[in-house]
């Protein structure tokens, strides 16, 4: 099976129905806050090695996750995904901003401790090869965490086999395997089963089905949504395939450059995206029908460089709507709390912004209406 945009279940990865004895508030009460998050990184340079600019990697991310649902992030390579991620998980320390944990704020006093949280939150990368250690075993690279956290060698092995079992591998064929000795779903099997070895409440799958092949990747997705539904899990899901992202996501979070330009139900986004990036972005995707398939793309060249973004809207040297006020003034996303609500940062979309598009109401008719066709693009 391939996934298109018309294999989405009906009944995706929506709010999960069991109560979870380490819940604290209950299931309206989000389980991730960020705010206004911030990496830059320092560019090195000149004889003396000093810094000479950053790369403003992730700039000022705010978002939730409800309890059980999948949200989705999407963007074009190096708009800062994979740096969200780390900063999740605080394997970077973000230079600002804050992260709240079912209630709890990460690495303050009287919050979540780092440590506590890492147990909580595991994370699965692309790289199935190289997340695995090639000397182990692959039932020994599972049961590691659980010796590490307390767990007696019994009960790790245990659980490491229960595991293998739930992502479709028997134990007594694969737990003895080495990496090298696996395919890449088995190996992704492997990374999944060792990320849920301690038990999380949430995952975060930064491009994890990214290097598979496609009937292959069908299979990882639907074993990440039973999973998903008999652990209580809760998703964050990377990727730069669209299709992927609206096949398993609740919503979906639009990144460009550092920053999130939209962010939504994911219905509401593919069927009426707000940002021209989104718009743009959708618009390019493969279509599956030849016929479908237009001439010019409507998103060229790469995003600009990190390190020296343009004023006001990052997006404004590829947008065809820009306007002066564009230059001017960084456009700020709407109100981002509710998990039903769908926002843009454009000044298209503010009332009075400046912008001629952006009218009394917010909805400008020209920027709300997506391009029509889809053509072949690289993602
Ligand atoms: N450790 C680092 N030092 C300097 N720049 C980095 C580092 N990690 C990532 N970057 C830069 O940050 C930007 C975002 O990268 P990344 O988060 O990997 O994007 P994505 O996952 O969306 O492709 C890119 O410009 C990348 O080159
Ligand atoms: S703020 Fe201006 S440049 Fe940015 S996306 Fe909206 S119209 Fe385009
Ligand atoms: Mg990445």
Redesign the pocket.
């Known amino acids: 099976m391939t996934v298109t945009e018309n294999t989405r279940p009906s009944q995706t990865l929506n709010a999960v129905d069991r109560k979870d004895a380490r819940d604290r508030g209950g299931d309206r009460q989000p389980m991730l806050i960020a705010r206004e998050l911030k990496k830059h990184?320092p560019i090195t340079g000149g004889v003396l090695n000093r810094t000479i600019g950053h790369?403003r990697?992730v700039d000022g991310v705010s978002f939730t996750v409800m309890k059980g649902e999948t949200l989705g992030v999407v963007?074009e390579?190096?708009?800062?995904?994979?740096?969200?991620a780390r900063l999740l998980m605080h394997l970077i320390v973000p230079d600002s901003g804050d992260l709240i944990f079912d209630g709890d704020a990460v690495g303050e006093n009287d919050g979540l401790s780092v440590r506590d949280m890492r147990r909580l939150m595991q994370m699965v990368f692309q790289d199935s090869y190289s997340s695995l250690n090639p000397r182990m075993p692959v039932e020994d690279s599972i049961s590691y965490g659980k010796k590490v956290h307390g767990a007696s060698e019994q009960e790790a092995k245990e659980a490491a086999r229960e595991l293998l079992t739930k992502v479709g591998l028997d134990p007594n064929l694969f737990g003895p395997r080495y990496p090298h000795e696996l395919s890449g779903g088995q190996k992704q099997r492997v990374n999944i089963a060792r990320a849920l070895v301690l038990e999380p409440r949430v995952v975060i799958l930064d491009e994890a089905v990214s290097a598979l092949d496609k009937s292959v990747e069908a299979q990882v997705l639907n074993l990440l949504r039973y999973l998903k539904q008999h652990f209580n899990l809760t998703y964050v899901f990377i990727s730069h395939d669209l299709n992927v992202v609206q096949y398993v996501s609740d919503r979906v979070l639009v990144m460009y450059l550092g920053e999130v330009v939209e962010i939504g139900p994911v219905d509401e986004i593919y069927a009426r995206p707000k940002h021209p990036y989104t718009q743009a972005l959708l618009a390019s995707r493969l279509s599956m029908d030849p016929d479908d398939r237009i001439e010019e793309p409507p998103l060229v060249g790469d995003p600009p460089n990190?390190i020296n973004p343009p004023s006001g809207c990052r997006f404004r040297t590829r947008c065809k709507f820009a306007e002066k006020i564009c230059e001017i003034e960084r456009p700020v996303l709407g109100e981002w709390l509710s998990s039903e609500a769908h926002v843009t940062a454009c000044h298209m979309f503010v009332p009075r912004s400046g912008h001629s598009m952006a009218n009394e109401a917010g909805k400008p008719e020209a920027a709300a209406t997506v391009p029509a066709a889809a053509m072949a693009g690289e993602d």
Request: contains cysteine; aromatic residues 8%; positive net charge.
């Open positions: 990184f790369v990697a963007g390579s190096g708009c800062g995904k994979s740096t969200l990190p």
